[in-house]
C-alpha cells in the first residue's frame, strides 16, 4: 500500500488560502483544553491547510477556459479540512513546520490533522519508500516533531499509514541481505516510540496508530500489532488512510478491532483467534453458517445478502465480552471513498490491477466530522480527510513488466506519489458521495 507525501512549500497567499483563513475565522469553535468522554463534540472544526501549488494551477488553469464548474469543484475539494503530513527533514526543520501548524490553527481556533509518515524502510520499497535513515535517526526525527506541538492543545496525530499493516516481515523481498525479524521489531518499536513521545509532549492530543483497513488483516493479526506497538497507552488506530474501502465497511472493522483489543486485554489474553471478522462471517445471529464478507459492497447487520451481513460478527462479540467494555477509539480517512473499492475488470487480464494506485471512477467521500455515528459506533471519533485528494498514488503500471504508464488513465505515465494529479483530483470531485455541491 502506498501512502502519499503533502507538503506545504513557500507559496505566498493566494486568493484561494486567504478565502480559507477566512472561512475558518468565521465562527469558529474554540480548540478544545480538557479531555471528556466525546474527545472531538459534532461541533469541531477541522484545520484547512494552504492548497497545493498544483491545485491552485488547475483552478487558475479551468476559470481560463471558463470551466466556472469544474473550477469551482476544485476549489471545494481543496477548501475542505484535511490532513498535513510531515515525511522528512532535520528535526529541527519538522519542529518548526509543526509549529506552524500549530499557530496557524491557534488563530483559526481549528482542530488540526497531522500525519507521523518517516519510519525506516516505509511502504515496502513501493512508490513512497523512503523513511528515516535508522531507527535512532527516526526518533532523534519524532522527538523534534513532538518539541513543535503545544502543550494544551488538541491535534489529531495519525501514526505511520501501513507501518504496522505493511510490517519488513510482510514484505521481506524489499530488505535484501539484511534482518528483516529485527527490523520488524524495530518498526513496532519505532511507532511504540512515536506515540508515548507525541503524547507526552501534548497530553491534549488524540494519537492514533494506523491500521490498515477493512479488506487487509484479520481482526486478530491487527489486534496483536496494534497491542505491540502500545495502542493502549494512545487513543486509538486508524482506518483507511490513503486508501478506498467503503466507510459502512470500516466502521464495522473498526468496532471489532475495539472488540478485539477488550477481549484479549480483559477477558483471555492473547486470544485473538476468537475474535471474528470479514473473513469468516458466522456467529450465534446466523447459528454459525458463516461466509467470506464482499468488500465491493456495503456490510450491516441487516443485509439480505449473506456476503454482506455482519449480525453473526457482532453477536460473536457480544457473547465473548461479557462485561469486559472496548476503550480503544478511531477515526476514519473518507476522502477518497464515497464509492467505496475499484475491481479491475476481468478482462484487463492485469498481472497485479493495483487498486489502492489511482484507481478509475473513485470519488470523495464523507466531508471531515467529529463523532459522525454516535448511537452505532460510539468509538469512532471522527470521519477525515487524511491522504490529501488529488495527490497521485504513485506512476501505476498495474503490474505490467516493463510499462510506466497507466491503462487505466489512458496510457499516461501517472504523477509521482505526492504530486498533483489534475485529471484524477477533477474525477474525484466530481464523483463526491455526497456531492460537494
Avoid at 509543526?98 to 515496502?124: A, K, Q
Avoid at 472496548?326 to 473499492?341: C, E, F, I, K, W
Wanted: glycine letters at 10%; a negative charge; aromatic letters at 8%.
Amino acid at each position: 500500500m502506498s501512502r502519499r507525501v503533502v507538503r506545504r512549500g513557500g507559496l505566498a497567499l493566494t486568493a484561494i488560502s486567504v478565502a480559507l483563513a477566512l472561512t475558518q475565522l468565521a465562527g469558529a469553535a474554540p480548540a478544545l483544553a480538557d479531555p471528556n468522554p466525546q474527545p472531538l463534540p459534532p461541533a469541531t472544526r477541522f484545520f484547512t491547510p494552504t492548497p497545493s501549488a498544483g491545485a491552485v494551477k488547475q483552478v487558475g488553469q479551468l476559470i481560463a477556459k471558463r470551466d466556472l464548474k469544474d473550477a469551482a469543484l476544485i476549489t471545494k475539494e481543496i477548501a475542505t479540512p484535511q490532513a498535513v503530513w510531515f515525511t522528512d527533514g532535520t528535526a529541527a526543520v519538522v519542529k518548526q513546520k509543526v509549529r506552524t501548524v500549530v499557530v496557524e490553527s491557534t488563530l483559526t481556533r481549528t482542530v488540526p490533522t497531522l500525519v507521523v509518515y518517516n519510519v525506516p524502510g516505509r511502504d515496502c520499497s513501493q512508490y513512497s519508500s523512503g523513511g528515516a535513515g535508522s531507527d535512532e535517526a527516526y526518533r532523534t526525527w519524532v522527538d523534534g516533531l513532538a518539541a513543535g506541538l503545544s502543550s494544551s492543545q488538541r491535534v489529531i496525530v495519525i501514526v505511520e499509514p501501513d507501518g504496522l499493516a505493511n510490517l519488513p516481515s510482510d514484505c521481506p523481498s524489499a530488505y535484501p541481505g539484511q534482518d528483516v525479524a529485527a527490523l520488524t521489531a524495530g518498526r513496532i518499536a519505532d511507532i511504540k516510540y512515536a506515540g508515548m513521545t507525541i503524547t507526552k509532549s501534548d497530553p491534549q492530543a488524540l494519537v492514533y496508530l494506523d491500521a490498515g483497513h477493512s479488506a487487509w488483516h484479520s481482526v486478530g493479526d491487527i489486534t496483536t500489532r496494534l497491542e505491540q506497538a502500545g495502542v493502549a497507552d494512545v487513543q486509538g488506530f486508524s482506518l483507511n488512510v490513503s486508501n478506498y474501502q467503503f466507510t459502512p465497511n470500516l466502521e464495522e472493522y473498526g468496532s471489532w478491532v475495539s472488540d478485539c483489543l477488550a477481549y484479549t486485554t480483559s477477558v483471555k489474553a492473547g486470544d485473538t483467534g476468537s475474535c471474528g471478522d470479514m473473513y469468516w462471517s458466522g456467529g450465534p445471529a446466523n447459528n454459525w453458517t458463516g461466509t467470506a464478507l464482499n468488500p465491493n459492497g456495503q456490510w450491516s447487520p441487516t443485509a439480505t445478502d449473506s456476503a454482506l451481513n455482519t449480525a453473526g460478527i457482532d453477536s460473536r462479540y457480544a457473547s465473548i465480552l461479557g462485561t469486559a467494555t472496548p476503550t480503544a477509539h478511531y477515526v476514519l480517512d473518507t476522502s477518497r471513498n464515497g464509492r467505496g473499492p475499484w475491481a479491475a475488470p476481468a478482462s484487463a487480464g492485469y498481472p497485479d490491477p493495483q487498486t489502492w494506485c489511482n484507481p478509475p471512477g473513485a470519488g470523495l467521500g464523507a466531508r471531515p466530522q467529529a463523532a459522525p455515528a454516535q448511537a452505532a459506533y460510539p468509538l469512532l471519533d471522527a470521519f477525515l480527510w487524511v491522504k490529501t485528494p488529488g495527490q497521485s498514488d504513485g506512476q501505476c503500471n498495474r503490474g505490467i513488466s516493463g510499462s510506466t504508464t497507466d491503462p487505466e488513465w489512458g496510457g499516461i505515465v501517472d504523477p509521482a506519489a505526492g504530486a498533483w494529479f489534475p485529471q484524477q483530483a477533477l474525477q474525484l470531485a466530481q464523483n463526491a458521495v455526497p456531492s460537494l455541491f
